[in-house]
């Protein structure tokens, strides 16, 4: 019975993944959002619908069990996570709910196309468009530009670990929230490498629509000890061509301490070589405190008003702001939420 048992064990750890990290000078390939053999990885779809008073983070995270404990063994992974966010502003709400896999590992996963579907909720590429059905919220997303990978193609660095980086900057939304119609444009994108979130490494992002056609994406990337490390934003333009913002500066402007006693950044002033904004949050009781993740985050809708190569615009989008590790101590760790 032990020679079984130990070939068991043996069989379950030859199946186990071989996980690969980010390779500096290897860009990805922008248009394969197919799930990768990396520990961590994400996709991330936010928008913010000004004319409809509302804004939507949704994200779907795969990780597998760390190798330095016993349980990677004989149950690596992968696990997923959901989370959905929806911020009323004309109602002053803000509604969050989360769920996961884990320990069972049930979520159903397809490569090409792509295809994640856990407990209801589900986001699949169909025909060039991406569909995302979780709850309340039916979306149809067509691109409207091309992938890019955003410079240098990671986040993070060798001490935070990395994340391979692209997105979707400008994506046609349409579809309801309950029976609310909705409209507008979205952002999309999806990560994967080696980092661990909220404790190696936390962050401060934007994902922006300018009034010119273009998007402007942030990143200034924090490490364990409070470290900025790396700052990183990119342009992309009217046209889809994608470029690094030279000269980079995020100048932190108000803060918003909250019902946690966590303290967020929440307004910003943005400036690079033709770029001067000022952003601004439209609610700040967005935090939120995941015990699928186990982190503490800030997210929602921001607006802002500046200039690009001396020409006014304006800009809208999402912020996100980690403040780090969270401990559900009094909630169960696993299980779907409410």
């Not at 690596?76 to 896999?101: C, I, K, Q, S, W």
Request: aromatic residues 12%.
């Amino acid at each position: 019975m032990r020679k079984t048992f130990l070939l068991a064990l043996l069989g379950l750890a030859a199946c186990a993944p071989r996980l690969v990290g980010v390779d500096p000078s290897r860009p990805p390939d922008p248009t394969d959002w197919s799930p990768r053999p990396a520990p961590l990885e994400w996709w991330y779809v936010a928008a913010y619908l000004p004319e409809e008073r509302l804004a939507i983070q949704w994200a779907a995270f795969k990780a597998y069990t760390p190798p330095e404990l016993p349980l990677a063994f004989v149950a690596p992974g992968p696990y997923f996570a959901m989370h959905l966010a929806v911020t009323d502003l004309e109602a002053d709400r803000f509604l969050f709910n989360e769920r996961t896999d884990f320990p069972w590992g049930y979520a159903e996963v397809q490569a090409r196309p792509l295809s994640i579907a856990l407990d209801g909720w589900r986001f699949a590429e169909e025909d060039g468009r991406f569909i995302l059905r979780a709850g309340a919220l039916e979306l149809v997303l067509t691109p409207e530009k091309p992938p890019v990978v955003h410079p240098p193609g990671y986040s993070g660095t060798a001490q935070t670990g990395r994340m391979y980086y692209t997105s979707y900057t400008r994506v046609r939304l349409e579809g309801r929230w309950g029976a609310r119609p909705l409209a507008g444009v979205a952002w999309m994108d999806h990560q994967w490498g080696v980092q661990r979130s909220g404790t190696a490494a936390t962050w401060d992002w934007f994902g922006l629509h300018l009034s010119d056609g273009s998007e402007v994406m942030l990143y200034r990337v924090k490490d364990a000890a409070g470290r900025v490390v790396q700052l990183a934003g990119s342009r992309v333009d009217a046209n889809g061509r994608v470029q690094a913002l030279e000269g980079l500066e995020m100048r932190p402007l108000t803060r918003w301490a909250s019902p946690s006693g966590r303290v967020y950044v929440v307004g910003w002033r943005v400036l690079a070589r033709g770029l001067d904004l000022v952003l601004r949050p439209e609610r700040l009781e967005q935090e939120i405190l995941s015990r699928t993740t186990r982190v503490a985050y800030w997210e929602g809708p921001v607006v802002g008003e500046g200039a690009w190569n001396g020409t006014r615009v304006r800009a809208w989008g999402m912020g996100e702001f980690v403040a780090g590790s969270y401990d559900p101590s009094a909630m169960p760790l696993f299980g779907d939420a409410p």
